[in-house]
């Protein structure tokens, strides 16, 4: 599996951005997608994720209330939309993507990376103030 990240750039504070992820995986329902940041100044940080179905959405605390994640499933594509863009937002996107597993999956274990079997090269986003 094939995943692709872009959307990011340099932005304004107070900017909105929308970065997409395509997957090379047919049909693209058998994957969840999540994203994830990671600065020099900061460990790999979680930011949001959706389900299989696109019926649950899971948003990291730093950016939860600015954020919306969907996706498309005719387009192998999930879009992450960040409104009020700050400094603080300043990082490598990346999106990664886990298969359906048996058994119960935790809404902890969204934020976790090592729960993630793929990965793409991420998209870079600047935030000026």
């Known amino acids: 599996v094939q995943l692709q990240a872009s959307g990011g750039g340099l932005v304004q504070a107070g900017d909105s951005l929308r970065l997409s992820c395509v997957a090379s995986?047919?049909?693209?329902?058998?994957?969840?997608v999540g994203w994830f940041r990671q600065s020099s100044e900061k460990e790999r940080e979680f930011v949001a994720a959706?389900?299989?179905?696109?019926?649950?959405?899971y948003v990291g605390d730093a950016v939860k209330g600015r954020l919306t994640i969907s996706r498309d499933d005719a387009k192998n594509t999930v879009h992450l939309r960040m409104t009020s863009l700050g400094p603080e937002d300043t990082a490598v996107y990346y999106c990664?993507?886990?298969?359906?597993?048996?058994?119960?999956?935790?809404?902890?274990?969204?934020?976790?990376?090592?729960?993630?079997?793929?990965w793409g090269r991420g998209t870079q986003v600047t935030v000026s103030s």
């Open positions: 995986e047919r049909p693209f329902s058998n994957l969840a």
């Open positions: 990664a993507a886990r298969p359906k597993r048996v058994g119960i999956t935790t809404a902890q274990s969204w934020e976790v990376p090592d729960n993630y079997d793929y």
């Open positions: 959706i389900s299989w179905s696109g019926g649950s959405t």
